[in-house]
Every structure is written in structure tokens, then in C-alpha cells.
């Protein structure tokens, strides 16, 4: 049963653990460096359901009994008959909720990241009729139906169908959570207008470069997808949209006509919290990764990738990327409000 492997992790104190470690069990560090000092069995759980590490079989059954084979049912672990492995998947707290998602800075499995946890933060007072598009393995549908919402959750990848379905009945919210496996620009929505909307699409800007992994494709402008789902939604008085977005820009901050014609469209009002920003052109870390990413993406070397994007960003007066929170409330008079244009914290979303 999916609801005993969650009582599981709570007794053997899996749960204590990645929630004392919130920020830090994104990325392993904290966890791994913990791991030496805890009890044989808390170590054995945690090298199988959040470290990928292969341990013996007999172990692993003594330590999580027949919730093995609920992992199993979802296709989560792999056994040679010594050994077991959850090769693709980990568990993360999100907001006091347990939930498997991909490992870290990676696509497969389920992303989650930094920006998840941004968003989450903007969620936790959801209520109503939810919408979670982009949802990958659920975690914002999760935080959502737990504050009491009814929650339609979509998702593109439906490799992900399985390990969404146990964390939805893990926490034995299947009659709150309906999930939706589509292309969320074009599929069938439920026809009504929502009290609260999460939108966290792939952000990456391609700047015209074809074929990045959809995981991370955000278009040529980072925010093209979520410019493709917004005349989608539809928000009820009082009702909120919560989203991550990037945004093209410059030194007077992001460019937010297309975000403008939306509000306009909708009869919305945005506000837009920078919670980070990456140079564009020379000297640059930010602009080497991205350079980097797109020139092997095209199959194409770095400096001459380097010089059409560079060419292209002079042309267009573009010489920043803005990571941003957005909010969206329907208002009387329609309009995009930058609240703050400057990184506070240390990371994009933190
Ligand atoms: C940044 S992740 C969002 C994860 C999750 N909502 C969160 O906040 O942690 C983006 C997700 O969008 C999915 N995706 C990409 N293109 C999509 C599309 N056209 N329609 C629906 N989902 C899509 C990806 O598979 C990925 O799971």
C-alpha cells in the first residue's frame, strides 16, 4: 500500500530528516553528508529512496517490507536479485509533504528544482479549484489538494504517469487530484474558471536553436510556453495565478510587452518579482553555460555559437535573462507591474 511506505518513512524518521534538510535535499549534499552518522536501517532507506545507491536486496526488504513491492509496481526500483536500486527517482520534502521526483538537475524521473521550491512558496494558501499545469511528478498539485483544493494537474511526459500516481496516493489524495497527460498548450482543460493557478513550464531560452530536451525548452524567449497556455486559463474573483517565467531583457529590466498583451486579453493585472538575473555577452558565467548548451545542442562549436547569439542579442537590444515569480489577479484595469527588478536571496528562487 502507498500509504504504508509514507508511514514508513515517517517512523524510520526519512521524514524528520529531508524536512530539516529542506533546501539542501535538493541537491543531495546535506543528506549524503548526514548518512554516516545514522541508524543502520534510516541509512539503508535513505541510500535506496534518496541517494540511487544500490543496496543489498535482504536489506532493503528488512528495512521497507512489502513497500518494496509498491516501488516495484511503480517501476522505481531495479533488482538483480542481490541488489536493489532506485535508479531514476528520489524522495523530496516539499512544504512537509514527501514525494518522488527525478534526481537532481536532471529531466528524467521528474524535475525538481530551486524554482519548484520558489513556487511551492506562493501555493501554500491555495484553496479552491486548482489547476497545476506543467506538473511533472505533482508536487505543486500535492501542496495544492492538501490546503483542501480540488486539484487538475497536466503533464506532457506520461513516462511520469506512474511515480505521479503513487505520490498522489501516498498521500491519499486520489479523489482531490485529477491528472491531465498532455501537451497543456493544446490539450482539452476542464471549462471553468480557477481560484488558484500554478504554471511552472521548461525555461531554458533557445534563442532559435532547435531540439533542447522538453524538460528545459522554453522557446526562443524562455517564456514561450507559458505565453502559449496564459489565453488558456481563466481565473475566478479573487481567484490568483502563480508562475515561474524568464524573461529577455535589459538594463532597465525584463521586456514584458507579450506579458502586457496577455494581461490586456485576460482582463488581469501581473505582478513580477526578479529573483534573479544571468549577463548576456562577454565575462560572463551564465552566458558560457547557455552558449555552451545551445552550440551542443545544434551540433555546433562554441565561438560560433557564441557569435550568432551575440550578434542576435545586439540586434534585438536584449543583454539579460530575468528569473521571475509572476502573480496575476483579474483586475478593472489590466497591466504588468515589475515589483522588484533585483536577485534578493541566494539562488533564483530561494
Ligand atoms: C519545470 S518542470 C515543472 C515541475 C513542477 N511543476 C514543479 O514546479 O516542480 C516542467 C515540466 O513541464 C513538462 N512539459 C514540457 N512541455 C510540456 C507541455 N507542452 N505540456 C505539458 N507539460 C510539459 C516537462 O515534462 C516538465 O515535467
Same mark, same amino acid.
Given at each position: 500500500m502507498p500509504r504504508t511506505l509514507l508511514r514508513h518513512c515517517e517512523e524510520s524518521g526519512l521524514a524528520a530528516l529531508l524536512g530539516a534538510y529542506h533546501r539542501d535535499s535538493l541537491r543531495y549534499a546535506a543528506v549524503r553528508a548526514a548518512r554516516?552518522?545514522?541508524g543502520p536501517r534510516l541509512r539503508v532507506i535513505v541510500d535506496l529512496l534518496c541517494l540511487n545507491e544500490s543496496v543489498p536486496t535482504t536489506e532493503a526488504q528488512a528495512a521497507l517490507g512489502g513497500s518494496m513491492e509498491v516501488l516495484a509496481d511503480a517501476g522505481l526500483c531495479r533488482n538483480d536479485g542481490s541488489a536493489t536500486v532506485v535508479p531514476e527517482h528520489r524522495l523530496v520534502d516539499h512544504y512537509g509533504q514527501l514525494l518522488f521526483v527525478g534526481p537532481?538537475?536532471?529531466?528524467? &524521473?521528474g524535475y525538481y528544482g530551486a524554482d519548484s521550491v520558489g513556487l511551492g512558496r506562493q501555493l501554500l494558501a491555495a484553496r479552491g479549484n486548482c489547476l497545476d499545469l506543467f506538473?511533472?511528478?505533482g508536487a505543486q498539485s500535492l501542496l495544492m489538494a492538501r490546503g483542501g483544493g480540488d486539484v487538475t494537474s497536466v503533464e506532457?511526459?506520461?513516462?511520469l504517469r506512474p511515480v505521479a500516481a503513487l505520490n498522489i496516493a501516498m498521500h491519499g489524495l486520489d479523489d482531490r487530484v485529477t491528472t491531465i497527460w498532455g501537451d497543456a498548450t493544446t490539450v482539452s482543460l476542464p471549462d471553468r474558471p480557477f481560484d488558484t493557478v500554478c504554471v511552472n513550464a521548461p525555461?531554458?531560452?533557445?534563442? &532559435?536553436?532547435?531540439?533542447?530536451?522538453t524538460g528545459a525548452n522554453g522557446g526562443r524567449h524562455g517564456h514561450d510556453l507559458l505565453q502559449a497556455v496564459l489565453p488558456r486559463v481563466r481565473l475566478n474573483t479573487g481567484g490568483r495565478l502563480h508562475s515561474t517565467a524568464t524573461m529577455v531583457g535589459d538594463g532597465d529590466g525584463p521586456h514584458t510587452t507579450w506579458l502586457a498583451d496577455a494581461a490586456r486579453r485576460n482582463g488581469w493585472t501581473f505582478d513580477v518579482v526578479v529573483t534573479g538575473v544571468g549577463r548576456l555577452g562577454e565575462g560572463s558565467a551564465f552566458a558560457k553555460d547557455l552558449v555552451t548548451t545551445l552550440a551542443e545542442t545544434a551540433g555546433a562549436t562554441t565561438e560560433d555559437m557564441a557569435e550568432t547569439l551575440d550578434r542576435q542579442w545586439k540586434e534585438s537590444g536584449v543583454d539579460r535573462v530575468f528569473f521571475c515569480l509572476l502573480t496575476a489577479r483579474p483586475a478593472a484595469t489590466s497591466g504588468v507591474t515589475v515589483v522588484s527588478r533585483y536577485e534578493r536571496g541566494s539562488g533564483w528562487w530561494l
Open positions: 554516516p552518522a545514522l537532481p538537475a536532471g529531466q528524467i &524521473g506538473a511533472s511528478t506532457l511526459t506520461s513516462d525555461l531554458f531560452p533557445n534563442f &532559435g536553436v532547435d531540439g533542447l530536451d
